[in-house]
């Protein structure tokens, strides 16, 4: 094909932002929003110091527990990309019921580690595949059934993640990715009626695991 046939081809894909070349991801400040959808495990019936409910009564498992609902979960993040291998990112993050009677949330600051560059040239690939973990503070809500209780509770305290990567650039701007996350929630207060100051400490971080596939649209700065 002539150079004449192939120049509006050019021009046709760089007006759609699409590369006519591999491109990598470029090094420096990127932000990224994500939507997807989160499962969740959790326990029930949480032992907590000094509550004042008896963990005997019928109630006390749907009232002092961590297996909220599921559901649409969305993402912001912004990062650093550094000589194609590391970046550190901010991110906030959470998922909830489509009734918005149940949620979680989490701030974590993340580490992700890009380990294609050390066997694929950086400007040689569009693809890319990361690793990352993180680390935050989490907060959830949850409405117990209504004939136990109408007013909503809660709980807090500190959160891990980690995760799976992959990325395509499509233009030298933007990229589109699939990340699949785990986070490992470390609840530590509960949180009765925060208007009232009425929260209790657990001796024990309940086990709660959430799963979290999204699709990600991230914008090179």
């Known amino acids: 094909m002539t150079a004449r046939r192939l120049a509006p ?17 470029p090094d420096g400040g990127y932000f990224a929003l994500g939507l997807g959808a989160a499962s969740v495990s959790g326990d029930r019936g949480v032992p907590l110091d000094g509550f004042f409910l008896n963990e ?8 002092v527990r961590t297996d ?5 979960a969305i993402e912001l993040r912004f990062g650093y990309l550094i000589e194609g291998l ?9 998922h909830g019921s489509f009734d918005f009677d149940a949620g979680a949330g989490q701030v974590t600051f993340n580490l992700r580690y890009h380990p294609l560059e050390h066997f694929i040239a950086h400007d040689s690939r569009a693809f890319d595949a990361n690793l990352y973990v993180g680390a935050g503070y989490a907060i959830a809500g949850f409405h117990p059934d209504e004939d136990v209780d109408e007013d909503g509770k809660g709980w807090e305290g500190m959160s891990w993640s980690l995760g799976l990567g992959f990325g395509y650039q499509l233009g030298d701007r933007v990229s589109l990715g699939l990340d699949l996350k785990v986070v490992l929630p470390r609840y530590a207060t509960y949180i009765w009626d925060r208007d009232d100051g009425r929260e209790y400490e657990a001796p024990e971080a309940p086990e709660t695991l959430f799963v979290v596939p999204s699709l990600q649209l991230v914008f090179h700065l």
């Open 86 to 94: 590391v970046a550190p990112e901010i991110a906030v993050h959470g």
């Open 9 to 25: 081809m050019t021009a046709l894909l760089l007006a759609l932002g699409l590369p006519s070349a591999a491109l990598a991801t």
């Open 68 to 72: 909220f609902d599921g559901g649409m």
């Open 56 to 63: 005997s009564l019928a109630d006390y498992p749907a009232l």
